[in-house]
């Protein structure tokens, strides 16, 4: 998509989005740059929200000013990547997370900054670079152990370390149907176990029940804990009820 187009495209969904949303919003800024990741180099930067603070007691649309900047050139290079690139619906679900990111400054909620930061981590995992073990924990939390990262889904479950010894098989709940896998030889700290029989993008992680020393330990970076991946079989054994 030429830059005109997909100025004019960004304008139009800019366009669509009910004007009740658009409190504190002076804008939409649609450039060409490709702005690269500062730490991932494969990683672009498709728009940002350009938000300033003015001081004040009272947060809301007269003292949080944002404007939602697109970038055409980061758009290109992953459209250059991939054959079948939505450029619409990449405009659209851009524009909405960065809208998201002003309304929580409106509420001085951060959750999506953590979700980003859930985004970043799982980049690094999968290009086998160092990653934080709980990233997932940072992504939109669905309840039941469940967070949502991009599109991914972990199931998290926490085993004793007896607990798991004796099990013979791990049980999955997913969306009303039961699922059986196989156990993985060894529990450690966190344990990403995936599996063909599960839908696609739903990931199971264990995590190893800790004394709150070790979580301490965890959180002031004293300990590495032990990361495993494992892919393993499994069945369907069906719905739940």
Same mark, same amino acid.
């Given at each position: 998509?030429?830059?005109? /187009?997909?100025?004019?495209?960004?304008?139009?969904?800019?366009?669509?989005?009910?004007?009740? =949303?658009l409190e504190g919003i002076d804008g939409l800024v649609v450039s060409r740059d490709a702005p690269v990741h500062p730490t991932l180099p494969d990683v672009y930067t498709l728009g940002q929200c350009l938000t300033e603070e003015h001081l004040s007691d009272y947060a809301?649309?007269?003292?949080?000013?944002?404007?939602?900047?697109? =970038?055409?050139?980061?758009?290109?290079?992953?459209?250059?990547?991939?054959p079948d690139f939505d450029w619409e619906g990449e405009i659209w679900e851009t524009l909405t997370h960065e809208l998201r990111h002003h309304l929580?400054?409106?509420?001085?909620?951060?959750?999506?900054?953590?979700?980003? =930061?859930?985004? /970043?981590?799982?980049?690094?995992?999968h290009e086998g670079l160092d990653f934080d073990p709980w990233y997932w924990q940072h992504g939109e939390?669905?309840?039941?152990?469940?967070?949502?990262v991009e599109g991914d889904h972990y199931v998290e479950q926490v085993w004793g370390a007896a607990d798991f010894e004796r099990a013979s098989h791990l049980d999955l709940t997913w969306r009303g149907v039961r699922y059986r896998l196989d156990k993985?030889?060894?529990?450690?700290?966190?344990?990403?176990?995936?599996?063909?029989?599960?839908?696609?993008?739903?990931?199971?992680?264990?995590?190893?029940?800790?004394?709150?020393?070790?979580?301490?330990r965890r959180v002031i970076g004293a300990s590495r804990p032990a990361v495993l991946e494992s892919e393993v079989e499994g069945e369907r054994i069906g719905q739940v009820g």
């Open positions: 998509m030429k830059f005109h /187009d997909f100025e004019r495209a960004a304008r139009r969904a800019f366009e669509e989005i009910p004007q009740g =949303y809301g649309p007269d003292t949080t000013r944002s404007m939602i900047a697109l =970038y055409w050139g980061s758009f290109r290079a992953l459209a250059n990547k991939d929580e400054s409106l509420a001085g909620d951060d959750a999506l900054e953590g979700v980003d =930061y859930a985004a /970043d981590e799982t980049f690094k995992r939390a669905l309840g039941g152990g469940v967070h949502h993985p030889d060894t529990l450690g700290d966190v344990h990403f176990v995936w599996s063909e029989v599960l839908p696609e993008r739903v990931e199971l992680v264990l995590v190893r029940r800790r004394s709150w020393w070790e979580d301490v």
